[in-house]
């Protein structure tokens, strides 16, 4: 059975900082960490894929940073600079991607894991 288990996320005040941290139970060509906010719809945080390589969306590029742990399977989102708009539920995903490529695009990603919570007050 797959398992992403999440940790870390919380409350803090604008400019402040959290970090994200997920474990696999396996290891998958695309990882990466997406948000929904309340009313809006999920959208790719920052994804990375076998060989190290790193997406980000455009509105976290310099504050985020995506990294992988020594075992391939973890993954960790160092969160700095945190604004009000960061704020939601933000979920590890894992999947195969497409064409040999990694997207930030959920319907990519087959596996979930359960949300953390990151609030961002301003």
């Known amino acids: 059975q797959v398992q992403l288990v999440e940790s870390g996320g919380g409350s803090v005040e604008a400019g402040g900082f959290l970090r994200l941290s997920c474990e696999a139970s396996?290891?998958?060509?695309?990882m990466g960490w997406f948000r929904q906010a309340p009313g809006k719809e999920r959208e790719g945080v920052a994804i990375?894929?076998?060989?190290?390589?790193?997406t980000y969306v455009d509105s976290v590029k310099g504050r985020f940073t995506l990294s992988k742990g020594n075992a391939k399977n973890t993954l960790y989102l160092q969160m700095n600079s945190l604004k009000p708009e960061d704020t939601g539920m933000y979920y590890c995903?894992?999947?195969?991607?497409?064409?040999?490529?990694?997207?930030?695009?959920?319907?990519?990603?087959?596996?979930w894991g359960q949300g953390a919570q990151v609030t961002v007050s301003s």
């Open positions: 990375i894929d076998s060989n190290g390589r790193t």
């Open positions: 396996n290891t998958y060509m695309c």
């Open positions: 995903a894992a999947g195969y991607g497409f064409g040999g490529f990694c997207y930030t695009v959920s319907k990519f990603y087959n596996y």
